[in-house]
């Protein structure tokens, strides 16, 4: 029997300071932890083998590699009444902010972004189209804490990526990319960016691809047939946009939305969707021509 499922955006919208996440609540999802093996040698004494932390020293230094090419993306915008969005679309939007003084600009929401490019004194950013969607203004804030504007250079609101850009010398790291059409079911990749808003900036979580090519109907997207990544890596509210990598340090995915539940009340975790780097580079080779 196949489920309809309620599929979420991964942004964070702010609301009176604080940050809610419209729509479904998110799933506490349980960090795996790395497992160390007790094995014997031959003289018969246990000892720890010294294979057991390879994958958290890989995690550490892919995250070491990405962490500061990470943005949070804040989503400025004015007149604009706290709604639901429901969030019922694989690329929904988040709710928005009422505003008091109506010549100014205030937070409505924040995402994730990864820059990719830095040349003649900006930096190019890739993320989600629901994160810069509706924004009257937009700000990065770097991994440091610096805050920068930023401007739409395009969107695909079909594919829900977004190139933007900021001038700025502040951020020195930019992020490189691996193909997506040769990741494993199996393999580890590390998610990262701002869950719940830039509190929790560059936030890592770590998982696995549970399935290189999901393909996700038009009805269960809201928009069109799709093919993303499927990860149990925790994809929360802020995610979206922010990068999924391999333990290289690549960028293989560009995180977007999770399945919060089905519809017939069915309890889901650890399903969250990436947009292929593959989708991804394409998009910004026709967005740059």
């Known amino acids: 029997m196949k489920h309809s499922l309620i599929i979420v955006a991964a942004v964070a919208a702010v609301v009176g300071g604080g940050v809610v996440y419209s729509g479904t609540q998110p799933n506490s999802w349980f960090q795996r932890q790395p497992e160390t093996k007790k094995v014997v040698n ?4 246990a000892s720890i083998a010294s294979t ?36 019922a679309g694989l690329f929904g939007q988040s709710g928005r902010q009422k505003q008091a003084d109506d010549g100014q600009v205030e937070t409505a929401s924040e995402g994730s972004g ?51 850009k900021a001038k700025t010398d502040l951020i020195k790291t930019a992020a490189s990319f691996a193909p997506s059409s040769k990741l494993q079911s199996g393999e580890q990749v590390l998610a990262i960016g701002s869950p719940l808003g830039s509190e929790y900036a560059t936030s890592m979580t770590s998982g696995i691809i549970s399935s290189p090519q999901r393909q996700l109907t038009a009805e269960e997207t809201g928009s069109s047939d799709e093919t993303v990544i499927q990860t149990d890596a925790a994809i929360n509210p802020g ?51």
């Open 42 to 45: 031959i003289a018969g004494q």
């Open 52 to 87: 057991a932390y390879v994958s958290q020293d890989a995690a550490i230094s892919a995250y070491n590699k990405v962490k500061n090419a990470v943005v949070t993306v804040q989503n400025l915008q004015k007149n604009a009444a706290q709604t639901p969005d429901g969030f």
């Open 114 to 164: 990864v820059v990719y490019k830095i040349a003649d004194g900006y930096v190019y950013i890739i993320t989600n189209n629901h994160v810069v969607a509706n924004s009257d203004a937009l700000q990065v804030i770097t991994a440091n804490g610096d805050k920068v504007k930023a401007t739409i250079v395009g969107t695909n609101e079909q594919k829900d990526l977004a190139l933007i």
């Open 239 to 289: 995610n979206s946009g922010g990068p999924l990598i391999n333990l290289s340090g690549q960028v293989v995915g560009i995180n977007s939305s999770k399945i919060a539940a089905a519809t017939d009340g069915t309890n889901v975790e650890g399903m969250g969707f990436a947009i292929p780097s593959d989708v991804v580079e394409a998009f910004i080779q026709q967005t740059e021509k």
